[in-house]
């Protein structure tokens, strides 16, 4: 059964604070790997795709990398606007999305 | 380029009712989806569409759950009759093909009571 887990559930950081969060997944015929960020009350807004082992992408103060178990996304010097829960969601032939990190950036 | 529209973007009723929802994807988008959110879990796909036809509704509860996209257009999902456990945000996405990126619309929030 395919699987995603993503860690920590929640996080708190200090502005300028920089971290990472986790997705570790166990699928059958991986395609690729999305991010989404999702604020509250709206649907889920896309970052990233990674397709290979190895791959990187950059946004602003974001970083996806990927590996063959799992993806993280760096967090470089976060503000308080980087606060949502960010999902990760590897692709077979659908997305099968993790239950999230929620992120809080405090000033 | 607008986005994906849904409505109403919230709804109350009672255990036993019937619901519907709309969506309006991208304009050009072939595929759209259906998803349904619990609070504090990720998307779940109900139903794929590409163009006015079904990929996949494997995960569609067929017993109370239906969706259709007559035109290739606009979708509506409806739930008859609705159960405490539907209360959820159900999300429409469409993309440009079947493998393509995914675009979400901002969600129905549905609460049964």
């Known amino acids: 059964e395919d699987q995603v887990t993503q860690s920590p559930e929640a996080l708190r950081l200090q502005e300028g604070e920089s971290s990472s969060l986790n997705c570790s997944y166990t699928?059958?015929?991986?395609?690729?790997l999305f991010w989404y960020r999702q604020d509250p009350g709206k649907g889920p807004e896309f970052l990233f795709t990674?397709?290979?082992a190895g791959e990187e992408k950059e946004k602003e103060r974001l970083k996806a990398t990927l590996t063959k178990k799992e993806s993280f996304l760096h967090i470089t010097a976060p503000k308080p606007e980087d606060s949502a829960t960010y999902l990760c969601?590897?692709?077979?032939?659908?997305?099968?999305f993790g239950t999230g990190t929620r992120l809080q950036v405090f000033p | 380029e607008a986005g994906v529209a849904q409505s109403p973007r919230y709804k109350i009723i009672e255990k036993r009712q019937s619901v519907a929802f709309w969506c309006n994807p991208i304009?050009?988008?072939?595929?759209l989806y259906w998803y349904q959110q619990i609070l504090g879990q990720g998307p779940k796909l109900l139903i794929q569409?590409?163009?006015?036809?079904?990929?996949?509704d494997s995960q569609l509860p067929k017993d109370r759950f239906s969706a259709e996209r007559l035109k290739g257009v606009d979708s509506t999902l409806k739930i008859q009759p609705a159960k405490l456990e539907d209360s959820a945000v159900y999300l429409c996405?469409?993309?440009?093909?079947?493998?393509?990126?995914?675009?979400f619309g901002p969600g129905t929030r549905l609460t049964v009571l």
């Open positions: 996405a469409s993309s440009p093909s079947a493998v393509g990126t995914q675009y």
């Open positions: 699928v059958s015929g991986l395609r690729g």
């Open positions: 990674l397709y290979s």
């Open positions: 969601a590897p692709y077979t032939d659908k997305l099968i």
């Open positions: 304009s050009g988008h072939a595929t």
């Open positions: 569409f590409q163009n006015n036809g079904v990929v996949d």
